[in-house]
């Protein structure tokens, strides 16, 4: 089973950037594609970003296209979101998942548990 653990996160002001990473366990990870969620206070959890497991292809919501990057290292088994200009509105919980990359924005297979990111205005 894979497991997943987010870290990176915080407390930054708006403008700022912060890494988030997430390091899996198992020897299917280069296999999986990865993908980053979030879930603002009183809101549904929402797809950030996605990306193969070779790397090759990415995918952004609009609200993060041209601020954020999602990139990976399977060498090292772990994912990154690289979130630059961030705003209030990106204040939220943010989850790390896999799956299958045509799959994985509706309906990932596995989880980690979050990382709290709160961008002060």
């Known amino acids: 089973q894979v497991q997943l653990v987010e870290s990176g996160g915080g407390l930054v002001q708006a403008g700022g950037s912060l890494r988030l990473s997430c390091a899996a366990s198992?020897?299917?990870?280069?296999?999986?594609?990865m993908g980053w969620f979030r879930r603002a206070p009183g809101k549904e959890r929402e797809f950030v970003a996605v990306?193969?497991?070779?790397?090759?292809?990415?995918s952004y919501a609009d609200s993060v296209k041209g601020r954020f990057t999602i990139s990976r290292d399977n060498a090292k088994n772990t994912v990154y979101l690289q979130m630059n200009g961030l705003k209030a509105e990106d204040t939220a919980v943010y989850y790390c998942?896999?799956?299958?990359?045509?799959?994985?924005?509706?309906?990932?297979?596995?989880w980690g548990q979050g990382t709290q990111v709160t961008v002060s205005s």
């Open positions: 990306i193969s497991g070779s790397g090759a292809i990415t």
């Open positions: 998942a896999g799956g299958t990359y045509g799959l994985i924005k509706s309906r990932p297979d596995y």
């Open positions: 198992g020897r299917t990870f280069s296999r999986s594609a």
